[in-house]
């Protein structure tokens, strides 16, 4: 889970035993982590960016899950394609999930926030062509189960999000990868 910040998803989900989750957020967040958690069998807390090198430390035995949520949008461009680089050439196989913002983000985030998103994307199977070892699986708005939320001011408020062009500002995208296979030889 790459930016995880105080997320709990480790704990909430109870992966199987045969799972090995990490955890992977800058050092101060993981020092604050570990007055809360502790690691453990199966559990691993890496202080890092994910721009640096922190991958090493993962086992490569297995398929991989990467979870990144409300993080690549504070990366450039060429660090979101260095970062999809590594986890494709690291691992065999696996799938990658995580939100995007439309090319509008970076230029509202210069007016309202003095510019901390620095990427969005239009159509991000267009990250097909950056890495091709990555199979575009699906995608959806952010916001669109806002049906299950179980407050109606705040259901209501993404109800009318979910009417407006800014249903697609946040998208969810799911892409998975595998061993890249030699290609057929004419006998």
Known sequence: HLGCGMDTRAFRLHPPDTARWFDVDQPAVIALRR??????????????SVTEEWLDEIPTDRPMLMVAEGLLMYLTEPEV????????????????VFDTVSPMGPRLSKVLTKGIIRWGIRDTRDIERWNPRLRFLERS?????????????LRLLWR?????????????????????RAPARNP
């Open 35 to 48: 007055k809360l958690y502790d690691d453990r069998d199966g559990y691993r807390m890496i202080g890092s």
């Open 141 to 153: 708005a952010a916001g669109a189960l806002y049906e299950r939320i179980p407050s109606a001011p």
């Open 160 to 180: 009318l999000v979910n009417a407006t062009p800014m249903r697609a500002y946040d998208v969810l995208n799911r892409f998975a990868f595998s061993v890249a």
């Open 81 to 96: 394609r260095t970062l999809l680089q590594r986890l494709t050439d690291r691992f065999g196989a696996g799938e990658l």
